[in-house]
């Protein structure tokens, strides 16, 4: 996977220091503003009501549709919650067994989002970091799966960005021991995916979501996935048995920010 990284940013020229995201959706412009221009948000943010939060977007020359809220379970919804998770705040935790995403606030709070994880023999859990993120990224199917799905071969070179991306509207690209684990937080086109095991193995978000959280994170930033939050500290290993995480996309793109 090392290799498949290094011959990328070799073949394209990595360009590190993108402008990061609009922030969350939702806040007003001055607090959009102060978001934008700060470090990492831990202060418990106001988020407002989920029409607001998911309304129609328009964002990096993209036109998001509204999320229909009355579709997305209550629990789905942004919000801000006590944290289960006892990390420091600035970390993410994913919790596998109630597809729950946490981004730790201070004052033993958090940001919940819904989240939509890997199908049966694409999960993964551990721990990682947050090196890399991008507004939207342009997608590139690996060889792998474009052999498992040759319907892909016309985005051999890749699929410019967009609402209909599997990337979505941000990309916030995980590594560890300075590799890339191929596994992403994403946002996605799919709505009606949040809340269950449909993905290819990464951690799918509602596009208005990813964007909320991409424009928190700031600096390299630890993700821990678990299957509960209740079953002890998180291992700072992989798991014994190897990921089955499928690779979703072909290395870290051109114009990433590094964080």
């Not at 729950?100 to 990682?128: N, P, Q």
């Amino acid at each position: 996977m090392s290799d498949l990284l290094s011959g990328r940013m070799n073949r394209r020229g990595f360009l590190a220091g993108a402008a990061a995201g609009a922030a969350g959706v939702g806040l007003s412009g001055a607090t959009l503003d102060a978001l934008a221009q700060s470090k990492p948000a831990l202060a418990v943010p106001v988020l407002g009501p989920p029409a607001v939060m998911y309304a129609a977007l328009a964002d990096g020359g993209h036109q998001l549709p509204a999320i229909p809220v009355d579709k997305l379970h209550p629990r789905l919804v942004r919000q801000v919650v006590i944290d289960p998770t006892f990390e420091k705040p600035g970390t993410i935790v994913v919790d596998t067994s109630t597809h729950y995403l946490y981004f730790v606030l201070e004052g033993k709070r958090a940001i919940r989002y819904g989240v939509s994880l890997g199908k049966a023999g694409f999960d993964w859990t551990g721990s990682a970091t947050v090196q890399f993120k991008k507004a939207w990224p342009v997608w590139t199917p690996p060889p792998e799966m474009i052999k498992r799905k040759p319907e892909l071969a016309k985005y051999a070179d890749g699929m410019p960005p967009g609402p209909q991306s599997p990337l979505g509207a941000r990309a916030l690209y995980l590594f560890k021991n300075g590799q890339d684990t191929m596994y992403r937080l994403h946002g996605t086109p799919e709505w009606s995916s949040i809340g269950k095991n449909a993905s290819s193995g990464c951690v799918r978000m509602l596009n208005q979501d990813v964007i909320d959280l991409h424009a928190r994170v700031s600096g390299p930033t630890p993700v821990h996935v678990r299957h509960s939050m209740y079953l002890g500290a998180n291992s700072s290993a992989m798991p014994s048995s190897s990921p089955t995480t499928e690779a979703i996309d072909s290395g870290v793109p051109e114009g990433a920010e590094a964080l």
